[in-house]
C-alpha cells in the first residue's frame, strides 16, 4: 500500500466533445514528490487533461484535485500553489520581459528575487528584449521562468521544452531532475520520449482520449524481453544456430550478412547462452529497450504524428533496418 501524499488526483474524468474527441475515464495519481509523465502526440487529450487540472474547464463526469480540493471553482487557490507552464503561453506583445515578469508576480502576490535570478541565469535570458521582437524560444523560455520564479512545490508543464533549442532542452531536463531532488510534485505532459524517460518516475500513455497505459518507468525496463544482435562466422554456423540450437524467436535473420536476430524473455539469459554453445560469433550486441519501443506498441499504426518520429522498436522491419 502507498502511504505516500496524493497531491493530484483525477478520478474518472470523462469531458466528451462528440465525435470522439475529448478524454474518457482518466485517473491519475500523483504522490508528493513524484514526477509524473504523460506522454502522447498532440491531439491525444494531454493538454485537455491538464486544463481539467488546472479547474479551467468542468468534468462531464469524474473528479479532479488538487491538494484535496476540486479544481474547478478553485483556480485563483491553485495558481497561487501551482507554476503552470501551458503548452501554448499567451504572452502580451506589448510588454518586455521584465514587465510580464512583474505582471506575474503581481498577480501571485509574491516575489522571490534570488530565484528569479537564478532561472534567469541558468536559462541564459535577457528581460529587456520586447515580447514583439521574442523568438519562439525566447517565449518558452520567459514562460518558463515565470512557472518556476515563486519556487512552488507543485508544477504542471505541458509541453515545456517545445520551442527550446537542443541546449536548452537538456538545460531544462537537468533543473527538473534537480527539481525532483528537491521534493517537488511535478507532472510533465509532452511527447518527447528523451525528456519523460531522463525525468518520470511513472507514466501514463494516452491515445484517443483514453489511457492505454500506465506504469512504473524502472519497472518497465526490467519486464521487457530481451533483444540480441548476432553476427556469426559462417552461414554453417547461422543455420545450425536457427535450426538445431535456438529455442527462441527469431526476429529477423540474413545469410547474406550472416546476422540473426533474437528475442526471449528477461529470465532466460542462460538458456540464450548455452543456445551459442559450439556456434562461432563474431560479434553480438543487445539493443537497448526503450520508452519508445514501448510506446510504439499501442501506435502500430501511425507512421509520424504530433513530433513523435513513427518506428518500428523491436518488430521485425525495424531490427531489419538495425541490422543493415
Given at each position: 500500500m502507498d502511504n505516500r501524499e496524493v497531491i493530484i488526483n483525477v478520478e474518472g474524468l470523462t469531458k466528451d466533445y462528440g465525435y470522439g474527441r475529448g478524454v474518457f475515464d482518466i485517473s491519475i495519481k500523483i504522490h508528493?514528490?513524484?514526477?509524473?509523465?504523460?506522454?502522447?502526440?498532440?491531439?491525444?487529450?494531454?493538454?485537455?487533461?491538464?486544463?481539467?487540472?488546472?479547474?479551467?474547464?468542468?468534468?462531464?463526469?469524474?473528479?479532479?484535485?488538487?491538494?484535496?480540493?476540486?479544481?474547478f471553482g478553485n483556480t485563483d487557490k491553485i495558481l497561487s500553489q501551482v507554476g503552470y507552464l501551458p503548452g501554448e503561453p499567451a504572452i502580451p506583445a506589448g510588454l518586455d520581459g521584465w514587465g510580464f515578469i512583474r505582471m506575474m508576480q503581481g498577480m501571485r502576490g509574491e516575489a522571490n528575487e534570488e530565484r528569479?535570478?537564478?532561472?534567469?541565469?541558468?536559462?541564459?535570458?535577457?528581460?529587456d528584449c520586447s515580447v514583439k521582437e521574442m523568438s519562439l524560444g525566447e517565449k518558452r523560455k520567459l514562460a518558463v521562468i515565470a512557472a518556476f520564479m515563486n519556487d512552488p512545490e507543485v508544477?504542471?508543464?505541458?509541453e515545456p521544452t517545445s520551442g527550446l533549442d537542443p541546449v536548452m532542452q537538456k538545460v531544462f531536463i537537468k533543473f527538473i531532475i534537480e527539481e525532483k531532488k528537491r521534493g517537488k510534485t511535478i507532472?510533465?505532459?509532452?511527447?518527447?520520449?528523451?525528456?519523460?524517460?531522463?525525468?518520470?518516475?511513472?507514466?501514463s500513455i494516452i491515445?484517443?482520449?483514453?489511457h492505454v497505459s500506465t506504469f512504473n518507468a524502472k519497472e518497465l525496463k526490467k519486464e521487457?524481453?530481451?533483444?540480441?544482435?548476432?553476427?556469426?562466422?559462417?552461414?554453417?554456423?547461422l543455420n545450425r544456430f536457427i535450426k538445431e540450437k535456438n529455442k527462441f524467436e527469431i526476429?529477423?535473420?540474413n545469410e547474406d550478412i550472416l546476422l540473426a536476430v533474437v528475442t526471449f524473455p528477461a529470465n532466460k539469459y542462460n538458456e540464450?547462452?548455452?543456445?551459442?554453445e559450439g556456434i562461432v560469433i563474431t560479434q553480438f550486441e543487445e539493443k537497448p529497450f526503450t520508452l519508445q519501443d514501448y510506446f510504439m506498441s499501442f501506435y502500430k499504426e501511425e507512421r509520424t504524428f504530433g513530433g513523435l518520429e513513427g518506428v518500428k522498436g523491436n518488430t521485425k522491419e525495424g531490427l531489419k533496418n538495425n541490422g543493415k
Open positions: 508528493k514528490g513524484e514526477c509524473y509523465g504523460y506522454l502522447g502526440p498532440n491531439g491525444a487529450g494531454k493538454s485537455t487533461t491538464i486544463r481539467h487540472i488546472m479547474g479551467f474547464a468542468k468534468p462531464t463526469i469524474g473528479k479532479v484535485q488538487i491538494f484535496g480540493k476540486d479544481s528569479l535570478k537564478y532561472l534567469l541565469d541558468l536559462f541564459k535570458f535577457n528581460p508544477l504542471i508543464l505541458d507532472l510533465l505532459s509532452s511527447h518527447i520520449f528523451s525528456e519523460v524517460d531522463a525525468t518520470c518516475d511513472t507514466i491515445k484517443d482520449g483514453h521487457q524481453d530481451r533483444t540480441f544482435i548476432l553476427h556469426f562466422f559462417n552461414k554453417e554456423n526476429a529477423y535473420s540464450f547462452f548455452d543456445s551459442l
